[in-house]
Nanobody
Framework: QVQLVESGGGLVQPGGSLRLSCAAS????????IGWFRQAPGKEREGVSC????????DYADSVKGRFTVSRDNAKNTVYLQMNSLKPEDTAVYYC????????????????????WGQGTQVTVSS
């Protein structure tokens, strides 16, 4: 079975931390750039972070830069998103996705170039 499964979401207080996992099965994740996206109700989906498979470089949205860290563990076929100093505006459903096509190894924040998505995990930041 080919799938991506996000986990690690939950309820945290402002200033707290959470680590999200994106685990792949049925394919080798390290062939692909992996993007993290989030969507809050009534809001447009936005790119949060990305890790490439070309050189392992990472990209971050300005809103999370310095607070979030994306990493890859190829042995576990899993990508992580470490989220620190969480803010209420980080509340959203978080998705991971693999990029497709000829640029599949390279990062992008354009969701349309990602062709395989997980089901998402809810992150709620509230006191």
């Amino acid at each position: 079975q080919v799938q991506l499964v996000e986990s690690g979401g939950g309820l945290v207080q402002p200033g707290g931390s959470l680590r999200l996992s994106c685990a792949a099965s049925g394919f080798t994740l390290d062939y692909y750039a992996i993007g993290w996206f989030r969507q809050a109700p009534g809001k447009e989906r936005e790119g949060v972070s990305c890790i490439s498979s070309s050189d392992g470089s990472t990209d971050y949205a300005d809103s999370v830069k310095g607070r979030f860290t994306v990493s890859r563990d190829n042995a576990k076929n899993t990508v992580y998103l470490q989220m620190n100093s969480l803010k209420p505006e980080d509340t959203a459903v978080y998705y991971c996705a693999t990029r497709g096509g000829s640029g599949s190894r390279y990062c992008s924040f354009w969701g349309a170039v990602f062709d395989f998505w997980g089901q998402g995990t809810q992150v709620t930041v509230s006191s």
